[in-house]
């Protein structure tokens, strides 16, 4: 459900939507990509570095976990770590 929200453009309503299943499993880490990419979308960075995190804690060579704290990392501004992100 969280995925056609953000594809119809409901970013709040996909946020709330992966949030609920990082709370329901905490070990779904596609949720947890799929969270840090909505957030990184509204530009909530904290928030976006967070889940991405929690994702790559699971598989620290998801690409699109990586990826999404890459970019969540250059909208920051610390360029320098997003580099790293890209190694």
Not at 41 to 46: A, K
Request: include cysteine.
């Amino acid at each position: 459900r969280g995925r056609t929200r953000d594809e119809s453009g409901d970013s709040d309503g996909a946020i709330d939507d992966y949030r609920r299943a990082t709370e329901l499993d905490p070990g779904f880490m596609d949720a947890w990509v799929n969270l840090g990419a909505a957030y990184g979308g509204v530009l909530r960075i904290p928030e976006a570095v967070h889940a991405c995190e929690q994702a790559l804690r699971m598989d620290p060579r998801h690409f699109d976990a990586r990826l999404n704290l890459a970019a969540a990392i250059a909208e920051s501004a610390y360029y320098v770590e997003a580099a790293a992100q890209y190694g």
